[in-house]
Structures are given as structure tokens and as C-alpha cells.
């Protein structure tokens, strides 16, 4: 038994070192094909452009409308999602027609700075493409004003690399659920096997660290599956943006953070009991004047509950990949490989460490949910 168990957790270390790996290598090859971009030879002044950082940055945490693979920027390779747009009605074509499209200068009116966009071709013709905002070009062309591209915006439902990401964390959760449940249902309450012998113990964990403990006993069980998938949810999507290719920064996308916090908010209202909303509007044992002051407050702490699990959610998962990405630029800043030996340890230190923070983000998130939840829910006590 004990060398089983030192054996699970030398396999434990080795795979927790080759995903930090693999990370510091995935962030490092998109450092590395933005120094292409950013470096690349002026034909006309033969001098290298300047590597601006937090293009860089911005350009690998920001949502997109293909999902790069791998190689250089105009030349890798990629899959590129269906561009859905309505305008005139609904059109559907490949967002490669915006990618390997025409790229085009504009002068801004105001600030006389050149901007490049990128003209569709072939279905995607009199529409561009600017910040990966889609706008229709109005006499071909794309104007812009303060750095603010001014022509008018097409209704976009396209499915963009967050939106695949989160397809795929779905399914990934669904199988992990259905998978254990099917198991379960086929063999009974016995020792767990396979997949099953992986998820027990994390659902276990949900159940009786998170939904029992901070929910009353007699209530706690129908709360339980909301918790599991959000906790599954998120941990799996942090996982994912860990691993080269399927990286993503789903979690450190507000829209996503946002919507599970309303989702947690809206669990929390419907759930509160008469106790719970007398706390809030009409304050027992306070006097009718603090009532009054008090109530505005109370209300706006339920919003602000959601409101912190929000941003707590977005702002660690995107300062972890912009931390990466701004040590492994280190190298490139001073055009000097011998930077490497200090920013690629403190990299890997940062990759693996985020795999810590995957875990606690999910913990977390689930476990302030059944917070609020509980509280709804408590019974009054004289």
C-alpha cells in the first residue's frame, strides 16, 4: 500500500510538471510568433519594428474568431469557426474569408494615426474585420475616429474560440456526469472503478465540504447538482485554457464569470425565505429609522455578493496568463536569450502554480454560492 501510494504520487508530479511544461511552451510559442510580427523587417527603412508588449498580451488573452494551432500568425495553422452575422437577414460562412483576407490602412481623422483592418473576401465581401469586431464597409472602405473604427456593426451571433471552449468543457463535464452516473446505475452502490473511482471523491467532496456544510441539513441535497456543475464547469474550463491548443481564457472572460454569478444570484433570490427577505428590507430589533437607512444597503449587498464572485473568478485567470506571458517577454524586450534562465524557471513556477489556482477558483466559486445559498435558506432563530 505505501508504495502504491508513492508511486501515485511520483506519476502525480511527473504529469504536474509536463502540463507546467507544456504551458510555459504553448505561452512561449505565442511570444515567439508575436516577435515575429512585431520584429519583422521594414522593406522600405530596413529597421526591425518595435515589439510592443502588451499587444502581445492583449492579442492571446482576448476572444477570437478562429482558433490558432500553431506557426506564425498569417501563415500557421488554424481552425476557423463559422462566422454568424445578421444583416439583411442570416449569413453563415468560414471566418477564414476575414483572416486571409485583404488588410487595409486608415488614416484617423483625428488623430492622423494609420490603423489596419481586414477586408473580407468572397462571402464576407463589404464586411471587415477591426479588433475582431465585424462592421460593414461603407463605399469599401472603413472609417475611424480617436482609434474607434465608425462604421456600422452587424449583429454578431458568431461562434468564436470562447464559445467552442465552452462547448468542449461541457461535453467534458456531461461525460464525466454521465459517465459515473451510468456506472453507478449499472453496478450498484459498490467500490468504485475506472472514471467513477476519479469523480467519487470530488463529488463527495462538493456534497459534504461545500453544499452540507454551509447549507442547512434538511435542504442542502437539491442545491447539491447546481454546485457539482459549476464547480466541474469552471474546473475544467481552467484546466483547458492550461493545455497548448486547447488553451483558451474562458474563465477570464467577464461575459462567461458574468453569467454564472447572475446564475448564482438567481439561485440565491429564488431560494431566500420570509426570514431571510425581512432581514433585508425591515431589520428586526433596529429602530424604524436605521430600517430605513439600512434596507438601500442590505439590497445592494445581494447584488454585490454575485458582483465579487464575478470579478474574483475573471481577474485571477487572466492575470495568470498575462503573468506568463510578460515573464516569457522578458526574453524579447531584451532581444537577449540569456534572460531565458531567469524568466523561463520563474514561468514554470507560474504554470504550475496555476494549476493550483484551476482547483481553488472552482472551490472557491462553489463554496461562496453555498454561502449565500445557506443564508437564504436558514431558518430564523428567536
Known amino acids: 500500500m505505501t508504495i502504491s501510494a508513492k508511486f501515485n504520487a511520483l506519476i ?22 508575436m516577435t515575429e510580427e512585431h520584429h519583422e523587417v521594414d522593406a522600405t527603412h530596413g529597421e526591425a519594428k518595435e515589439f510592443k508588449v502588451d499587444e502581445m498580451i492583449m492579442h492571446h488573452i482576448k476572444d477570437a474568431h478562429e482558433w490558432h494551432l500553431w506557426g506564425g500568425e498569417h501563415d500557421g495553422t488554424s481552425i476557423y469557426l463559422p462566422i454568424i452575422i445578421l444583416d439583411e437577414g442570416l449569413k453563415m460562412f468560414s471566418s477564414k474569408h476575414f483572416y486571409h483576407g485583404e488588410t487595409k490602412t486608415a488614416v484617423d481623422h483625428a488623430t492622423h494615426e494609420e490603423l489596419h483592418y481586414i477586408a473580407g473576401v468572397g462571402p464576407a465581401e463589404g464586411y471587415a474585420m477591426f479588433h475582431e469586431k465585424i462592421y460593414k464597409l461603407e463605399n469599401g472602405e ?17 461562434i468564436t474560440k470562447n464559445v467552442a471552449a465552452l462547448f468542449l468543457s461541457a461535453l467534458v463535464v456531461m461525460l464525466l456526469m454521465f459517465s459515473t452516473a451510468k456506472y453507478y446505475k449499472k453496478n450498484g452502490a459498490v467500490a468504485p472503478r475506472g472514471l467513477a473511482k476519479f469523480t467519487e471523491p470530488i463529488i463527495l467532496f462538493v456534497r459534504d465540504d461545500i453544499a452540507k456544510a454551509n447549507i442547512d441539513e434538511h435542504k442542502y441535497k437539491k442545491y447539491v447538482p447546481y454546485l457539482l456543475t459549476i464547480f466541474f464547469f469552471i474546473w475544467i ?10 488553451g483558451s481564457n474562458l474563465t477570464g ?25 425581512g432581514h433585508i428590507f425591515w431589520m428586526p430589533g433596529v429602530p424604524v429609522p436605521m430600517k430605513i437607512f439600512m434596507m438601500p444597503i442590505e439590497l445592494i449587498g445581494v447584488l454585490t455578493k454575485p458582483f465579487a464572485l464575478m470579478i474574483r473568478l475573471f481577474a485571477n485567470i487572466t492575470a495568470g496568463h498575462i503573468i506568463i506571458l510578460a515573464l516569457i517577454s522578458i526574453i524579447f524586450i531584451n532581444k537577449n536569450i540569456a534572460w531565458g534562465a531567469l524568466s523561463v524557471p520563474m514561468a514554470l513556477f507560474i504554470s504550475v502554480l496555476e494549476l493550483l489556482v484551476a482547483f481553488l477558483q472552482a472551490y472557491l466559486f462553489a463554496m461562496l454560492s453555498a454561502l449565500f445559498i445557506g443564508a437564504a435558506v436558514e431558518e430564523h432563530h428567536h
Request: proline share 1%.
Open 237 to 246: 474550463s481552467n484546466l483547458l485554457g492550461l493545455i497548448p491548443i486547447l
Open 253 to 277: 472572460n467577464i461575459s462567461v464569470t458574468l453569467f454564472l454569478a447572475v446564475c448564482t444570484l438567481l439561485v440565491t433570490v429564488f431560494s431566500g425565505n420570509k426570514a431571510y427577505w
Open 12 to 33: 502525480l508530479t511527473v504529469l504536474t510538471v509536463l502540463v507546467a511544461g507544456f504551458t510555459y511552451a504553448n505561452h512561449h510559442e505565442a511570444g515567439h510568433e
Open 142 to 158: 472603413l472609417a475611424f475616429e480617436d482609434g474607434h473604427a465608425h462604421g456600422e456593426r452587424v449583429t454578431d451571433f458568431s
